[in-house]
Structure formats: structure tokens, C-alpha cells
């Protein structure tokens, strides 16, 4: 089993303690395999979490922890230097990573492949209400959070604003910040606009908006149509008016895929255990990863197995592969 760098605190010593409660044998039986996911105010976080619950249920030979991680570019970094088994990445991202393109031109992910696609991660162009910015041709001139340094997040940033033909040269100030911080940065108006990409709703932007009046910033139709088809990964979205307070029309938008991807280097009878329990009940009834995301999270529900393989762009672990022959969904 590949060894782990910088494992969350938490998720370290909730794990320590469930061997240490559970005896010699079980110490001796299981292994740790991480699931490293996003920042605590994404959709990331708490769907790792509650997957890797489910699947530590469901595969005995493993002790699955979910942990928190700085999102889709950082997690292909670790993944690439053999620091973590698996991780939460955009489908962009994970494209790039995989060619050796943006971020990781010089540095491609080689090692990366894919377990499955899991839901929609959408755009959310957040601003203040009273900074003015009703549409993005209102941002340039603006104070931007484009999200975390380096993430799938700032990725998107950058590709919508090339559609605009606007750079980081054209805002006030710039400031590189997780969800939770630039919703902090909102609150204390040290900030006008942001960009989440996550499913919705989304924990930081729910909150900021009971403590602060916002606006969801629509994509124009015609700018969703250009950046599409220069970015193919992406697709129009609507975010249904009332997902957040004060959100009183639909806003257009555009979403790529959350997916579930793993060093090459894990076991692929593993994988193969992992995948089946991430869409399959066990024989005695204990409930899926899908089933299990479904029912606390709204996200959740869009974890799917005919979607499984929807913009997979990398190659997939020869232990997923084989489940989904299995089922049918590849020949």
C-alpha cells in the first residue's frame, strides 16, 4: 500500500483510535487508504467523508479515511508522487494533469486513473450585493478571490475570463483564498466577487449568504456558447432560483464533472472491491457508497452509475475497468 505524506490530523487520529479500540486483529487486518478531497466549505469534503465511511463498511481489508486537501490540482500533484491512493478532482483538471498540459505542462500525471465520475461540480460566480457587479462584464476593475492557488477552482476563473478577455491585471486586487476564507472575505467586505466551483449548494456559500446579501452571477448564453466550445469539458448548467437566500431567478452557468481518480500503483483487485461498493449493496444489506452520499447530501443524488463514466478524459484503473464490464457499461 503506498505510503501517505501529511494526513490531516483529524482523520489521522480518528483512524488511530478506531485500531486501537478495535484490537490486535483488526490492527493487523487493516490497511489505510485515503481519500484526500477539498477544503471543509466544498462539496468535496463532505462527500469524501461519508464515502469513505461507507466504504470501510463494505471492504474489510481497509480502513478508508476522508481528509481534507487544498482540491484538484494539489491532489493530482500528490497522487503523481505517490503521497496519497486517491482523490476528489475536476475532470478538466484531471484531463490536464494526465496530458501534461497548464499547471502541469513538464509535470504530467502519467500515474493518474480514474475510478468514476460522481456529479456535476458547477461554476458559482458569487458577489457582494452592494459592489455593483450584476452580470461579469460589472468584475473588471473589482476585488477577485478566483479561489485557492494552484485549483481546479482558479482554473475555471482563468478559462471564464478569457472568454471576457480579462486577466488578473484588470482587477483591483487579487487574492488567493479557499471557499470558506473568500466567503470571510465577502462577509468583511475586504472583497467583491468569487468563483466556487463545487456542487451546489454549496456549505460557505450557504452561510454567507444568511450573514451577508449576495448575488449569483449569471454566465451570458452567448459566453457560455464560446467558452464551450473552446473548453469541451464543459456544459450549460442552470442553478435553480432559491438554492441560496435571497436568490430569486434561475442564473445560467457552466459545470464540469467531480470524479473520483487513484494512483495507478493501487492493487486492482482493491480497486475492483472499491468501485463495486461505490455503487453496489453488500450481501448483508449495508448500503453503497452512492446510496449513502444520496441520503444526506443534495449532490449526492446525482452520484449515479449511468453517469459513472460521463467525461472520464483519463484512462481508468484496470480494477474499475473491470467492474464496469461487468455491468455492462464498457465492452
Known amino acids: 500500500m503506498i505510503r501517505k505524506r501529511n494526513i490531516i490530523i483529524v482523520a489521522a487520529a480518528v483512524a488511530v483510535i478506531a485500531v486501537l479500540f478495535a484490537g490486535p486483529a483488526f490492527a493487523a487486518d487493516k490497511k489505510f487508504f485515503a481519500i484526500t478531497t477539498g477544503g471543509t466549505g466544498g462539496t468535496y469534503y463532505p462527500l469524501g467523508g461519508l464515502l469513505a465511511q461507507a466504504l470501510t463498511e463494505r ?9 481534507a486537501g487544498n482540491a484538484s490540482v494539489a491532489n493530482c ?10 482523490a476528489f478532482v475536476q475532470s478538466n483538471v484531471a484531463y ?10 513538464g509535470k504530467p500525471v502519467k500515474n493518474l486513473r480514474g475510478i468514476a465520475s460522481l456529479y456535476p461540480e458547477t461554476i458559482q460566480i458569487v458577489a457582494r450585493a452592494d459592489s455593483g ?8 476593475g473589482k476585488k477577485l478571490i478566483p479561489g485557492d492557488r494552484g485549483s ?9 475570463l478569457s472568454g471576457y478577455n480579462l486577466t488578473y491585471k484588470d482587477f483591483a486586487g487579487v487574492d488567493w483564498l479557499g471557499f470558506s476564507g473568500a466567503s470571510q472575505r465577502l462577509q468583511d467586505k475586504q472583497a467583491d466577487v468569487t468563483f466556487t466551483t463545487a456542487g451546489w449548494p454549496t456549505a460557505a456559500i450557504t452561510e454567507l449568504s444568511m450573514s451577508t446579501d449576495i448575488v449569483l452571477v449569471p454566465i451570458e448564453e452567448e459566453m457560455i456558447d464560446k467558452i464551450t466550445k473552446k473548453f469541451n469539458f464543459y456544459s450549460k448548467v442552470v442553478i435553480p432560483k432559491g438554492t ?5 431567478a434561475d442564473v445560467p452557468t457552466i459545470t464540469t464533472m467531480a470524479q473520483w481518480v487513484v494512483d495507478e ?7 475492483y472491491k472499491l468501485t463495486r461498493a461505490l455503487w453496489e449493496k453488500g450481501k448483508d444489506g449495508k448500503e453503497s457508497g452512492a446510496d449513502v452520499m444520496a441520503k444526506v447530501h443534495a449532490q449526492g443524488r446525482n452520484v449515479k452509475l449511468k453517469t459513472a463514466l460521463g467525461g472520464m478524459a483519463i484512462p481508468l484503473h484496470a480494477g474499475a475497468a473491470k467492474y464496469y464490464k461487468e455491468v455492462g457499461l464498457i465492452k
Open 59 to 67: 471492504v474489510p481489508e481497509v480502513l478508508v479515511t476522508g481528509q
Open 77 to 86: 500533484n500528490l497522487i503523481r508522487d505517490h503521497q496519497i491512493e486517491s
Open 96 to 105: 490536464s494533469a494526465f496530458n501534461g498540459e497548464a499547471q502541469f505542462a
Open 265 to 271: 500503483k493501487v492493487p486492482e483487485d482493491l480497486v
Open 244 to 248: 441560496y437566500k435571497g436568490m430569486t
Open 133 to 140: 457587479i450584476k452580470s461579469l462584464k460589472d468584475i473588471k
Open 152 to 160: 481546479g477552482t482558479e482554473v475555471d476563473t482563468l478559462n471564464v
